[in-house]
């Protein structure tokens, strides 16, 4: 089973950039797939970004893309999410997750938390 801790959440003004970590540790982490999500207050979560094993297969959401990067060091079982020109509607709590072969994450962090002010 591996186990995920995310790093690196705050406070931080609009405009301003953050950079997410998870560092992953159990089984082998270059094998997953791996995910970022987020939850905002009365919000369901929503998924963010994902990189494959290779970090070759990127994908982003919609809202993110152009301002987001993710991407992974697999020699120190962590993966990053890059966060640019953060606006409000980016306040949430931010989780990894870890991906089977069939994109199912069935191994989750327990968050970090973001707060973009206006």
């Known amino acids: 089973q591996v186990q995920l801790v995310e790093s690196g959440g705050g406070l931080v003004q609009t405009g301003d950039s953050l950079r997410l970590s998870c560092a992953a540790s159990?089984?082998?982490?270059?094998?997953?797939?791996m995910g970022w999500f987020r939850q905002a207050p009365g919000k369901e979560r929503e998924f963010v970004a994902r990189?494959?094993?290779?970090?070759?297969?990127?994908v982003y959401a919609d809202s993110v893309k152009g301002r987001f990067t993710i991407s992974r060091d697999n020699a120190k079982n962590t993966v990053y999410l890059q966060m640019n020109s953060l606006k409000p509607e980016a306040t949430a709590v931010y989780y990894c997750?870890?991906?089977?072969?069939?994109?199912?994450?069935?191994?989750w962090g327990q968050g970090t938390q973001v707060t973009v002010s206006s």
């Open positions: 997750a870890a991906a089977d072969s069939r994109w199912k994450y069935d191994t």
């Open positions: 159990g089984r082998t982490f270059s094998s997953y797939g």
């Open positions: 990189i494959s094993w290779s970090g070759i297969r990127i």
